[in-house]
């Protein structure tokens, strides 16, 4: 039975504990490194989310435009002279003699109306008037007779006043068949149907055999004249510029079915009322059309061009902001801090509104501003760049992964 002690194994236990402690020095230093890494790049992620929660806007100087501006509206066409022709007597068109597109003259023949009715009417009151004359003859003999009897002391003063009386009435028996006689070939003139001026036959609602009805505009009107060598335009112009339209104004129009080509209208008058409806002013101009391009009825893009105000400044209509408080601006203030100020527009041009007050010309207008950007919020220029944020955002991903 052996009795020796080893005695080596108790310098082997050294090395061991050596290593595990280097092993629990290396893990807390990675551990370290870790917990340091991910605080770095959560203050990265701070300030790269204060910087992107700061708005990166663009803004401008008020523009000065010394040009005229153009302000476009939708207007339409009208003849200057339009006439429905309506049947003044009844009976069956006969014939027709101009249809639809005809340039007429004025007195040209149109159509003519059957009136059989009216041709005994006028042949009856023919007739009365001959009896009446005939009375009228012999009331005027009779009365001339018993005068002279009455100078002789052959009749009595009653009997030749009662001849003379009947004189009277029969002339005036006569006078009123002759009126009724003149009455009915007045409207005997109107079985001719004729053209009241110069222009075209836009329409023609009647047609050979159709039965005529005399009326005074209630019922479809047989022809209708327009005159268009000259036409009127008629634009509704908004409240706000309404200060602007004076007689004599000149404008211009297109039409969209001849691209390229303008029309030169002169401004005639207005009806110097607003419409409650619309809040509009109509006003009507004059548009020369000899050459006979244009047709009544078009619509139009018409282009007024206004005086301009000198200080009155343009922005873009992007950059107006609806508040409960009325329109506002927003400007960048000093340090780089938006100031909300309240405006009033002058014109609406579309993309670009000109503003009449509230506006100074080294305001810097803050264009699209964000809806929730308020009075006193930081804003950045769209000048200072925004790559060295991204830059660092990207870094603190990359340390954090």
Do not use: C
Request: without cysteine; aromatic residues 4%; charged residues 20%.
């Amino acid at each position: 039975m052996s009795t020796d002690i080893d005695i080596a194994a108790p310098r082997r236990l050294r090395p061991l504990k050596l290593a595990g402690v280097v092993a629990l020095l290396a893990a807390a230093a990675v551990a370290a490194t870790g917990i340091a890494t991910r605080v770095h790049a959560k203050e990265q992620m701070a300030k790269w989310s204060a910087a992107l929660a700061i708005p990166t806007v663009v803004a401008n100087l008020p523009l000065h435009d010394s040009s005229a501006q153009v302000l476009v509206l939708p207007g339409q066409l009208s003849a200057y002279v339009k006439a429905p022709i309506y049947a003044r007597v009844s009976g069956y068109l006969h014939a027709w003699y101009a249809d639809i597109g005809a340039h007429v003259k004025a007195g040209q023949l149109l159509g003519e109306i059957d009136t059989p009715d009216l041709d005994q009417q006028l042949a009856q009151a023919r007739a009365d008037l001959r009896t009446s004359q005939a009375n009228e003859t012999l009331a005027a003999s009779t009365s001339r007779r018993w005068t002279q009897m009455l100078q002789q002391d052959s009749v009595s003063q009653q009997e030749t006043d009662e001849k003379t009386s009947d004189l009277a009435a029969k002339q005036a028996m006569v006078a009123a068949n002759q009126a009724n006689v003149a009455r009915l070939e007045a409207l005997e003139s109107f079985k001719r149907i004729t053209a009241p001026f110069d222009g075209i036959v836009t329409a023609r609602k009647t047609d050979v055999g159709a039965l005529i009805s005399a009326g005074g505009g209630n019922g479809p009107e047989l022809f209708t004249v327009s005159d268009a060598r000259q036409l009127r335009l008629y634009v509704s112009v908004p409240q706000n510029e309404a200060a602007v339209i004076r007689p004599g104004l000149v404008a211009s129009l297109t039409v969209p079915e001849r691209p390229g080509m303008q029309f030169s209208a002169k401004l005639v008058d207005t009806d110097d009322s607003i419409t409650p409806s619309s809040g509009t002013l109509l006003v009507q101009l004059a548009v020369d059309n000899s050459s006979g391009v244009l047709i009544p009825g078009e619509y139009t893009e018409v282009h007024f061009e206004l005086p301009t105000d000198n200080h009155a400044m343009t922005i873009p209509a992007s950059a107006l902001m609806f508040r409960e408080s009325g329109l506002q601006v927003a400007v960048v203030g000093p340090g780089n801090h938006a100031m909300l100020k309240r405006v009033s527009v002058a014109t609406d041009l579309g993309t670009k509104v000109v503003i009449a007050s509230g506006l100074t010309a080294t305001d810097r207008v803050i264009d699209n501003p964000p809806d929730s950007l308020a009075n006193g919020d930081p804003v950045r220029l769209a000048s200072t760049s925004t790559t060295t944020a991204l830059t660092q955002h990207d870094e603190a991903e990359r340390s954090h992964g």
